[in-house]
């Protein structure tokens, strides 16, 4: 069946997204703020709307994704919401998913927020997931539809939801960019190829502490701070030798230096015997 979808925002994800659904047969109606994108959805079979408001008559589902929140407030202004299911795909913060879901309301539509994990490339492909939240009614009303631009999972009615789950990966992917950048510029210090010891030695080795987090996890959730490999103590020891051997070897350890900061604190407050979950009771 084809449906009828709307696109606000056409940058390399929004392009993406609106790609992924006329490949799949759907009409598209698309919209962005400057000329000039998109000329190949049109060429395509996207219809180009001239306004916003233009765009969101022309579909029951409008979906859209642009550079922040202020954005989408700004292009949604005076606009009819009656009927519609607005899906914000814009990268956001949760207190800022809730005020968007309030402001849709108030127009008459439904809301769903979004959080995109993937690249551009990645929509329409297997791996991509995207994270909603909001309207359980406009979600089920709309699975197949979503299911088309990446694997769709609701993660509960609160708008901020998605948001704050989009955000925790990407904090936990940055803290991973970290550790690897410090690793690798201490490998290039001795001129070590760092393609062959990032792909043989260091990505297994991430791979089987990312195995262990689930395991840290529990212990959080639990309050069980105990371990039976190398407590705060230890680390702490550990990270001072690490941070000389970064100044040896003239590399600046800046990215790590948080971490350690804050295994000397949870030490020093008498908490040498924790494992390294501990360190949650120091960011509360
Ligand atoms: P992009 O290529 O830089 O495109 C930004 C889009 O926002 C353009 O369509 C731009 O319109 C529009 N825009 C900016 N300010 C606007 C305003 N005041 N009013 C109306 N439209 C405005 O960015 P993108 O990669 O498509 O990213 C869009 C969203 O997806 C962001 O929130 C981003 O965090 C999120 N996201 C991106 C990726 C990724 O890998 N790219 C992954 C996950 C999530 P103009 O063309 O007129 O400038």
Redesign the pocket.
Known sequence: MSNSISIL???????ALAGSLLDAGHQVTVW???AG?GDDLVARGATRAATVAEAVAASPLVIV????Y??VH??LTDVPLDGRVLVN????RPSEARETARLVAGRGGDYLDGG?????QMIGNPGALILYSGSQAAFDGHRDTLGIMAEPRFVGADPGLAPLLDLAMLTGMYGQFAGVLEAVALVASEKVPVVEFTSTLLVPWLNAMASTMPRLAEQIEAGDYSTDVSNLEINRVGAAGLMRAFEEQGVKPDLLLPLKAIIDQRVARGHGTEGLQGLIEELR
């Open positions: 925002g056409l940058g390399l994800m929004g392009q962005n703020r400057s994108k994704c642009v550079l922040d202020v954005a700004a292009l795909l814009t990268n956001g995109v994990m993937a690249v551009p």
